[in-house]
């Protein structure tokens, strides 16, 4: 039995981000991490990247390798151990193919998500591969490299991004999505822009459900209600759940699924804090609470969760959930809730979705699809674009997400003028004055 000051289980962003906050607070603590992979401060964000060709060694995927911790840090990372147990005041890591038992003062859990599986026949098959940690990366280029087609289950953000990634490898790639549009949390208009840009590029299946992998001693087919494709390797993204296998015997759940926490990125357990893709926050743009599984968040509640653990008080705001992606030249982006997403929420919204160019009519560049969603008050609800210049639009649409603007906030923001990349009337501009018509304002 060793006794630590502070526990972490997870060595991503969230874990990393509060050991090194703490250790910069409190240098004499002792601070352990415990990460059952050889891998810490991995950024999962950069798999499709590196399975396209963009960079060679997947170690670059993570931001800091272990010894920078150990060394400059003064942080006692433990790798390949796996906790298997936890209960009040105590942990067990397995290192080395033994169990250790870990006192602590107090624990963060960190453990981030893990891939949602499928539930259907054959998906051990050799070749069906879920898109997970960075180990999933080495196994998804390797198999790709050898493939000739390549079918991707799901078409949120991962999907469409690992579809660009292995057609760039020149693969013939098939697309499967459940729902009718691909990125379904974003609204038809926005998501039409992208089904257009990816009808040239790869075969986008809507509205069709996977029933079963096929194939004698790896994949060879993936069949769905509707038909079936041939294969030689099946890529799974269709989303995430949070990891919590070990923290719900100790803490609190929220109705997502993921451990409730307070702003101070506490749980229901003294001394016990949650952070990162394993955790409930805020939603700024509802005031709900909400499961946000993004880096950034990730970041910022570690971060928070550590000056809190050095016995420092901050508290983590929440998040508008905003989010980038693209499929080669078409870039897409939101930040708060698209209009179904209002509507379901309960709000009566109103909404403006303006096409024109992203710079001066003289340049070159395409145009930007954007879509601004209201409640009947006027606060803006949400953001999304589709097209050039999205992710300008989208930073900007953040930070006022952040301060709660309305309309005429969005209207009156003096975002700057540069004939090559924006324009006089920007169209976050145009949209809201679109908006005060809607609103009944002059
Ligand atoms: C392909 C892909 C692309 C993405 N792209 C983006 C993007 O562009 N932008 C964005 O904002 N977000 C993106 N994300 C999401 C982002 O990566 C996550 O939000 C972020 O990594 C969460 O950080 P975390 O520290 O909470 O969890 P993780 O980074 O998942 O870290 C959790 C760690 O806990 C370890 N662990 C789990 N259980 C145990 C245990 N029992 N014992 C020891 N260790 C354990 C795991 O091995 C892991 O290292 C992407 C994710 C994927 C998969």
């Known amino acids: 039995m060793r ?19 703490i250790k910069a607070l409190r240098p004499d603590w002792n601070v352990m991490v415990f990460e059952k992979t050889d891998f810490v401060s991995h950024a999962p964000c950069g798999i499709p990247f590196y399975v ?21 840090r003064g942080i006692d990372v433990h ?15 397995e290192e080395n193919g033994r169990e250790r038992v870990y006192e602590w003062e107090k624990l963060l859990f960190a453990t981030g998500a893990k891939a949602k ?8 098959l050799e070749g069906v591969i879920y898109v997970d940690d960075i180990l999933s990366a080495e196994r998804i280029k390797r198999s790709a490299l050898k493939s000739e087609r390549v079918v991707i289950i799901g078409s949120g953000y991962i999907g469409v991004e690992m ?15 459940i729902s009718e ?12 822009i992208l089904k257009s840009e990816m009808d040239k590029i790869v075969e986008l299946k809507l509205s069709e459900r996977v029933v079963a992998f096929e194939g004698k001693d790896r994949i060879e087919r993936v069949l769905t209600d509707k038909g079936e494709y041939k294969c030689d390797l099946a890529i799974v993204a269709v989303g995430v759940v949070p990891n919590v296998d070990l923290a719900k015997k100790l803490v609190k759940l929220g109705k997502s699924g993921a451990i409730k926490t307070n702003s101070r990125m506490e749980t229901s357990k003294e001394g016990v804090y949650a952070a990162g893709d394993c955790a409930e926050t805020i939603n700024i743009v509802t005031g709900k609470p909400d499961w946000i599984h993004l880096a950034t968040p990730a970041n910022k509640m570690g971060y928070v969760a550590g000056v809190n653990m050095a016995g420092y008080e901050l508290n983590y705001p929440g998040s508008v959930k905003c989010q980038i992606t693209s499929f080669y030249n078409v870039e897409i982006g939101k930040a708060g809730l698209s209009e ?21 009519k003289y340049f070159q560049d395409g145009l930007i699809h954007l879509k601004v969603v209201a409640n009947r008050n006027g606060k803006v609800l949400g953001v999304q674009a589709a097209g050039k210049g999205v992710s300008m639009r989208i930073y900007g649409a953040t930070a006022l997400l952040y301060k709660n603007a309305d309309v005429r906030d969005l209207f009156f923001s003096d975002f700057p003028y540069y004939p090559p990349v924006s324009r006089v009337w920007d169209p976050l501009v145009v949209a809201a004055r679109n908006l005060f018509r809607k609103l009944g304002m002059p």
């Open 3 to 21: 006794y630590v000051d502070i526990a972490i289980i997870g060595g991503g962003a969230a874990g990393m981000s509060a050991a090194s906050r």
């Open 117 to 124: 599986r499928l539930n259907v026949q054959n998906e051990d």
């Open 340 to 360: 179904f997403e209002a509507i379901r929420e309960g709000y009566e919204v109103v909404s403006a979705f303006v096409t024109t160019k992203s710079s001066a």
């Open 52 to 72: 396209s060709g963009f960079f060679e060694h997947f170690e670059e995927l993570c931001t800091y390798d272990v010894n920078h911790f150990r060394n400059e």
């Open 79 to 93: 790798t390949r151990a796996k906790v298997v147990e936890v209960s009040e005041g105590s942990i067990v890591a």
């Open 181 to 192: 549009r691909p990125l379904p949390e974003y609204d038809a208009e926005i998501a039409a």
């Open 163 to 177: 579809a660009e990634a292995i057609s760039r490898l020149g693969k013939k790639v098939t697309v499967i999505e």
